[in-house]
Nanobody
Framework: QVQLVESGGGLVQAGGSLRLSCAAS????????LGWFRQTPGKEREFGAA????????RYADSVKGRFTISRDNTKNTVYLQMNNLKLEDTAVYYC????????????????WGQGTQVTVSS
């Protein structure tokens, strides 16, 4: 049974930092890449960052590049998203997802999804 559980969301002031975590289970038989997506009401789901199974390669959306850092620890079966210099437009529900295809930017290529964690950035 595959399960992804996000945590670490909350309310943070603009310019502040937050670190999201995603604990994965049931993915031990395949080398899944992991990614972070976000979605706000009235907007389509947006790619944020992705990382390969080994953690040797990462990919970022232009909107978060230079501010967010994705990493993973396979010994803990956990992927992280370090978010620095948060902006009001970063407010969204953040989802962790796993892909057998690779560190893709397309949400359709992700096989499993977490429930999401709310990140709210205030002025």
């Amino acid at each position: 049974q595959v399960q992804l559980v996000e945590s670490g969301g909350g309310l943070v002031q603009a310019g502040g930092s937050l670190r999201l975590s995603c604990a994965a289970s049931g993915l031990t038989r395949s080398r899944y890449a992991l990614g972070w997506f976000r979605q706000t009401p009235g907007k389509e789901r947006e790619f944020g960052a992705a990382i390969t199974w080994s953690g040797s390669s990462t990919r970022y959306a232009d909107s978060v590049k230079g501010r967010f850092t994705i990493s993973r620890d396979n010994t803990k079966n956990t992927v992280y998203l370090q978010m620095n210099n948060l902006k009001l437009e970063d407010t969204a529900v953040y989802y962790c997802a796993a892909s057998i295809v690779g560190a893709s930017m397309r949400d359709s290529q992700y096989n499993f999804w977490g429930q999401g964690t709310q990140v709210t950035v205030s002025s």
